[in-house]
């Protein structure tokens, strides 16, 4: 069969990886300059890895990139280090990343909100009936389960940053698959997820995969002899095609989809992004704290504080130190169109709270990354309104954050649907 994939992040080049060694034809459509998509990253000429443009790290439960990167025999190349995670309790930070050191949290005192948290937290780690937890909020849920205070302290701050308007509209099944699929140890790749998402194409170009970068596909058509993929002014045929865009893109790219299908997707609600990176002279986190968890209700202007390098040591970014600043939005918040320096001014003073001998000319460059795409929002019952990977039109498949629910979106699970999409092309 001769295949084109749309979108060479990891979802697509997964896709790719298992088409061509069933001895297709695969072409890759990218627009972008670059493979990696939302995890690609970028480097400055004397940094000898690259920083991803939006924070990213795996975790060890992820088994379809862990497994993904082995067929590859890059996993010499994966690293696990164990960075800290704070929490913010009236005026300081407190690690929060082993059951040793929630217990210690003063953030729910130490008598029965304690017990509750832990038992909420066994309990959806153990159980699988994430079914069932979908049919209600989250926000009603641990209200009712773990406790208004609990639930104020440690659950809504997460959810507000995350969803914002939509705080109280998603399900339970959402918070369920982030307790069950995370792990305390963080990944990353030796040289950065560029490096790997590169390393990546390379063996997928070895293989006779065609990657053509910078090409934009126009729409899609179903044609008497198969599908057409337009893009450049030119028209070329398929006999599949797989879109590993948004669901809004895709809803333009093919607008021959049924109107059902087509109301799916549109239908599908999600938040964007904004993320700030900055190279320092210092570092900014004396304690070494990795992620700092900012409720904005402290008054924080960001949902989390990222600082990289003390994850991965300054001395692969030339000793700089590699900061984010990072927020879930919706679509026309303001942070979307304020200049890279107005956005500066927002954020600096929360720079200050977390060192108070932080100064502005620690400041050496920034860089802002948006995107409208970051975060799908599962309401409830979400399940019903997941578009189906094969579209009602013959040949053409669709892959996308918005379909790996119930778990949570991530480069682990735009590998696993991916592959389950290849699976499904060859029948
Ligand atoms: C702020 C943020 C933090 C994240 N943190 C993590 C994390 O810590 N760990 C983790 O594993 N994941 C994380 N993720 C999620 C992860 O980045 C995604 O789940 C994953 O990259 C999605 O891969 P994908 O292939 O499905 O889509 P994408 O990466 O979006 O790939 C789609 C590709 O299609 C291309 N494209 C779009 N339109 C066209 C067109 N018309 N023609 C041709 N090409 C087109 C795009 O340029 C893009 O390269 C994070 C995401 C964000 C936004």
Redesign the pocket.
Known sequence: MKIAI???????MAAAWDLKRAGHEVTI????DF??????GFKEPHWDWSVEK?????FQT?SE?MSLIRELDLDDKVIFPRPLTVMYHEGKFYPFDSILKALLFPGLGFGLDKIRFGFVGLFLRLTNNWKALETVTADSWMMKWAGKNVYEKMWKPLLIGKFGPFYRDVNMAWMWARIKARTTRLGTFEGGFQRFADLFADRLRDWGVEIRLG????SIKREQAGLSVR?DGKTESFDKILV???PN?MAK?SPDLPENYLKGLLELKSMG?V?MVLSLKEQLSKDGYYWFNLPKEAGFPMLALVEHTNFVPPEHFGGDRIVYA?D?LEAGHEYFSLSDEQLLEVYLPAFERINPEFKRDWVKKVWVFK?N???PVPLVNHSKNIPAIQTPIDGLYF???SQVYPWD??????VE??RRAARLMLG
């Open positions: 749309i979108g060479a992040g990891y979802g697509g459509f990218e627009s972008a493979v990696g998509g939302l995890a690609s939006f924070y990213h790290h795996w992820d990139m090409v934009k596909v126009e893009s590993t865009t948004s893109l790219l992004a993320v990072g879930y995107t795409y970051a975060q892959a996308s954050m979106r991530g480069t682990n699970f735009a649907i991916g």
